[in-house]
């Protein structure tokens, strides 16, 4: 059974920094492509950052290239997201997702329960 856990979110301020992490129980961790995704208030689910399983490769949507780092330690079963210079916009619900490598929400399979993340001044 996958079980991922997401921590990190909350409530901060326009330009603040945020680092989302998520831990994975899946003894298969570092087999796997894994992505965040956010989905904010009457919006659709959209990926946000996504890394290959030896972390070698990552990218980004367009609305975070620069801000949002995305990065993994395969040993502590664990995938990170370092947010930089937050925008009101960046409010939504963080999820992070295991499956393959596309930007589609519906192609993965496993996902955590979400965290928080409030831009707010």
């Known amino acids: 059974q996958v079980q991922l856990v997401e921590s990190g979110g909350g409530l901060v301020q326009p330009g603040d920094s945020l680092r989302l992490s998520c831990a994975d129980s899946r003894h298969t961790f570092g087999a796997d492509h894994m992505a965040w995704f956010r989905q904010a208030p009457g919006k659709e689910r959209e990926i946000v950052a996504g890394i290959t399983a030896n972390g070698r490769t990552s990218y980004y949507a367009d609305s975070v290239k620069g801000r949002f780092t995305i990065s993994r330690d395969n040993a502590k079963n664990a995938v990170y997201l370092q947010m930089d210079r937050l925008k009101y916009e960046d409010t939504a619900v963080y999820y992070c997702?295991?499956?393959?490598?596309?930007?589609?929400?519906?192609?993965?399979?496993?996902w955590g329960q979400g965290t928080q993340v409030t831009v707010s001044s």
């Open positions: 997702a295991v499956g393959p490598a596309t930007t589609r929400a519906e192609d993965y399979a496993y």
